[in-house]
């Protein structure tokens, strides 16, 4: 086991650094320039901002000293932020979209095995085809429109009440996390109900579903200790992505509620580039990303004792 | 099977305990979110939602509007604008200005947010640090009247030979390196506003970072700031003229960039103001009886030319058939349509002063007429003047926002259709056609201008040959001379005469064709009173708000 994470570890190293290095490239191969401002800037005034932000030295120059930083743990100062580190930036806005983004994984994956062993229960029957009626829409319809449709809502309910009932906006409590992580976690939802239906079925028709038929053992048993637990494995495997595409994916979600949280700062630093938030933030997820696989990886073996990993 | 259902039944009865328990921590979670309100005449205080997350704070770098509306209620500057926007005393009470300096006097009262004296050496620090080359400020050039500014910000004088020094704690003096009629109007401005010594020192890089690393002296002080979530000010009690603000608190307890979600907050009741709102967002305003309001926010957008060898649009009769094939009134009317956005003659904005009057008002700017079979004269002289058969193709370079996109798409449905030309849209985001602008890979640009301070020159000056803003590097003598003019001339009407003559050249040459004046939408409490909407300095401005009791009281 030791072994395995160690290795698992090292190759996500290998992983960051790829990232790091792709990204460093791509960012600098994109035309556009970090330092421009609606106002143009004397020379003298643009050399003083190269020389701050290291943009004076070669580009090879640039990519060693921002490895050495990285390897430190240091992403720099931001571009737009002025007076703002990038680690700050990380700090401080990434527990939000994570706090968010764990809330619209529950929802996500609750709702996605719920609506999924339903479907697969009622197979062809009209709860079947409600529920997968409703999950095309989910992944067709872009999180924007939910978004908007879901702080429409709120703003419905809190007239047709009288009072505030749910904030449309913002961020500090419960109530402000509701609606946003049901639209984050929409879409993801409706992919494991997806997911969850097709293996449920899968499974319904396995032999030891039979047997324990034959043997006379309770619907309820067989559904939860056969049939969910079997069901649930493909479930588990997309769970570690779907975590990073949650708490990274949450940019429209963050900008229609005014959350704060970091989705804002990745999408808005590659608009303006801000290459120091954009190293920072791209290596973070990334570190963040392999992680979550590696940690989805190691949870199986709790699920299914068949693949522990690390044993011969 | 009784066995069976008894575990059921406690199944059940354990379930809606847990749901009863769940819905009671919910109703404890939700109840407190009421508190938030838009405005309070007992506490006196009002919230907004902002934009963006202020980017730099530091008076002496920043260069942005949203750090500017923030800087202008924590901070003030030698003078300052009354609530009817004219020039009055603020940290300064006395001044004069001569041709070759300028002397203020500071107030006795006036205090920074830590109860210390603010004197004229704040000042003399503040200054000398913007124009240092090594604190790289971008707005370093709106000291340059001063003497010596621009050579140390060049890298050629020490920063202590800056023409400004304090005579004692509450007298400051300028020298000018020539007469600047506008002069005070910087003054007003938050590049010239004080930063105290010791205090900047102590706290290195980490100066204006956060709430706590900041020192105010404006009507107001920051008193807390979560990083893209909220910013609250409250009322500074150092503040000199802090018996005429009314105000307590300004919250901001939204940041968001979608005009939407401000829209639906100021719904909610939520915040006072929702500004920077799109047609879109007004969707359903009207049937609610809101009162939608607009006001002009100084940006001016038009059509720049390439002037650089070997550029087609350096024609001046290619120039000409596009003046008289454009229409202002359909842009703004047709095609933008963003209630508040003006058709535009001139680079000056309307609601600029003049002499005495308004600005176009004693000038009234030239409107093309126009007239296709014109134009396509015009288009046949331009092949002569260019020695070409067919011209070729013309790049039209324009941002991604909605208003730059939908303005290239018009012109180039319009340049095409009406005199045959052959126009590409090179579509960018706003960095990038910068960077293109200032490479000088274009043919005509759809650009915009804002501006710094509260002066025609700020607009006037913009195609002067030595100007960076001027892209495209148009380069005249007579214009050069007209605006030189316009800089040094203390006579009020020669300057006025300067700027008219500025515009004439504007017009005759086609240096650039203007497109419209941009206004912005926005929704305000009908209680609030007293929010200063202003195209230069930051906007909007509650340091003279006031809220009208409730009508059951």
Known sequence: MTEFIIKRLLSGLVTIWFIATATFIGMHAVPGDPLANAKAMKPEIRKNLEARYGLDKPVLQQYGIFLTNMLKGDFGISFTQKNRRVNDIIREHFPVSAVLGVLALIIATVGGVVWGALTAIYRDRWPDSVIMFLVVIAVSVPSFVFAMLGQLGILGVNKWLGFSLLPVAGWGSFGHMLVPALVLGLSTMAFLTRLMRSSMLEVTNADYIRTAKAKGVSPLRIFYKHQLRNAILPVVTVLGPAIAAITTGGFVVELVFAIPGLGRYFVQAVQQLDYTVIMGTTVFYGAFLVLMVLLVDILYGFIDPRIRVGKH | ????????????????????????????????????????????????????????????TSTDTTSGFILDHIMEGLLTYDPKGNLVGGVAERWELHDDRAIFWLREDA???????????????????????????????????????????????????????????????????????????????????????????????????????????????????????????????????????????????????????????????KIAVADELVSESLDGALQERMQIKTFLDGAIFFIEFNYRPDYPTRSLYLRKAIQSVFNTDDLVYKVLGNPGSYPAYTIYPRWMKGAEDLFVREHPPHKPDLNVEKAKGYLEQARQELGVDELPPLTLLADDSPNGQKTAEYLQTLLTQSLGLDIRVDVQIFKQRLAKMTAGDFDMVVSGWGPDYNDLLTYGDLFASYNLNNRGRYNSEEFDHWVSVAQSSLDTDARMQAFAKLQELMFDNVIMVPLYERGKIYVQHPRLHGVLRRAVGGDPNFNFSTIEPPADQ
């Open chain 2, 1 to 60: 099977m009784t066995h069976n259902n008894h575990r059921m039944r406690s199944q059940q009865s354990a379930s809606r305990r847990f749901f009863t328990a769940v819905a009671c921590s919910l109703c404890v979670l939700l109840s407190p979110l009421s508190l938030a309100e838009a405005l309070n005449y007992e506490t006196r205080s009002v919230s907004f939602a902002m934009r963006q997350e202020p980017p730099d704070l530091n008076a002496m």
């Open chain 2, 111 to 269: 205090r920074w947010s830590d109860g210390s004296a603010i004197t004229a050496h704040d000042f003399v620090f503040a200054w000398r640090k913007v124009v240092e080359p090594a604190t790289a400020s971008e707005y370093a050039f709106i000291l340059f009247p001063i003497t010596n500014a621009q050579a140390i910000n060049e890298g050629e004088l020490d920063s202590s030979e800056l023409g400004v020094r304090a005579l004692d704690d509450r007298t400051l003096e300028v020298s000018l390196h020539q007469p600047t009629p506008y002069f005070l109007s910087l003054t007003a401005f938050r590049t010239t506003y004080p930063a105290k010594q010791s205090f900047v020192e102590s706290k290195g890089q980490r100066y204006a970072a956060d709430a706590t690393d900041m020192l105010y002296n404006g009507p107001f002080t920051l008193t807390e700031w979560v990083h893209g979530a909220s910013v609250a000010m409250e009322k500074n009690p150092y503040y000199w003229n802090r018996d005429n603000i009314w105000l307590n608190r300004i919250d901001v307890p939204y940041i968001t960039e979608d005009a939407n979600a401000r829209m639906n907050l100021y719904r909610d009741h």
